[in-house]
């Protein structure tokens, strides 16, 4: 199967474009984005070395997605999504750092917190607490926004009004959002019978005002339990069965490779990407829950590009 993994487009207006670690984002007109969710994956800041088929179409609807169920909450960045692997939006100034939310004790934050940690990003968790617990409420753990290569740094509020990286007021804001985002999407999780346990958020500022930027609530930036299973497996002190990308997390661990220096990637078989490209399809159909329609992968950069030209000629 083919898999989109690297782009190099020249659309008309086009002025700079920026590589991250799955997403290529074009800049047209000095005033929009065309942000292509490529195929890659990636897992502990590291880029794996085989994109995964679909992945990227699966990203990019979900995102668009719940994008439109939460505009009311926040403005947000998309125009249009011309390609199933493309979004079309208005250019935002991005804040340095991420909004990350939790509403259970799992992922790194249990790693840390089962080697002792008590604080995370200025919030102080209590003893006693069992990996996959609930928190009395959502707790925001941000971090800051690297440069591509380079690893994401956990930060408190405290630090991040010191450092003047965003004003008080705007932060106030963005803590406000990333709650109300949050409980709006608890809310359609549980219409699918699953939990939304934790995720990202990026916002970025445009003629004075708060953007909601980049994805939301897919399976790469959150995580979900399944509801129906969750209370019994977490009081059995089993592994809950989760929906999002920790299951590639968990394989690259079991083969000795968390993105540190020295270690190297486990061979990604036919049967890894296919399994994985597989394990997508069944997170993208229990979050939307929709059946996943397969887009036309035959030539997917002509494709592409003959979608994204066409509407570039409307706006």
Known sequence: MNALTNTDFHFDGQKNVYHGKVRDVYTVKNDLLVMVATDRISAFDVVLPKGIPYKGQMLNQIAAKFL???????????????????????????????????????????????????????????????????????????????????????????????????????????????????????????????????????????????????????????????????????????????????FVREWLMDNGFQGKEGQQVPEMTIEIVTGISERYIELYENISGEAFDKADIADITARIEQNVVEYLKTV
Not at 106 to 111: T, V
Not at 137 to 160: C, F, N, V, W
Not at 172 to 186: A, P, Q
């Open 68 to 246: 439109d169920a939460t505009a009311d909450i926040v403005p947000n960045w998309k125009l249009d999504s011309p390609d199933p692997m493309v979004t079309v939006g208005l250019r935002c100034e991005g804040y340095p750092v991420e909004m990350i939310v939790r509403g259970y004790l799992c992922g790194s934050a249990w790693r840390a917190y089962k080697s002792g940690v008590r604080e995370i990003c200025g919030v102080k968790i209590p003893d006693g607490m069992r990996e996959n617990q609930r928190f009395p409420q959502p707790i925001i753990t941000p971090t800051t926004k690297a440069e591509y290569g380079l690893h994401d740094e956990d930060i408190s509020r405290e630090d991040i009004l010191k450092q003047g990286l965003v004003s008080k007021e705007e932060y106030e804001l963005l803590e406000k959002y990333t709650i109300e985002l949050f409980v709006r999407g608890t809310e359609i999780a549980a219409k699918r019978r699953l939990i939304l346990v934790d995720t990202k958020y990026e916002f970025g500022r445009r003629d004075g005002k708060i953007y909601l930027i980049d994805e939301i609530h897919t399976p790469d930036s959150s995580r979900y339990f399944y509801a129906d299973s969750y209370q019994e497996l977490f009081d059995k002190g089993e592994a809950q069965k989760q929906l999002s990308k920790e």
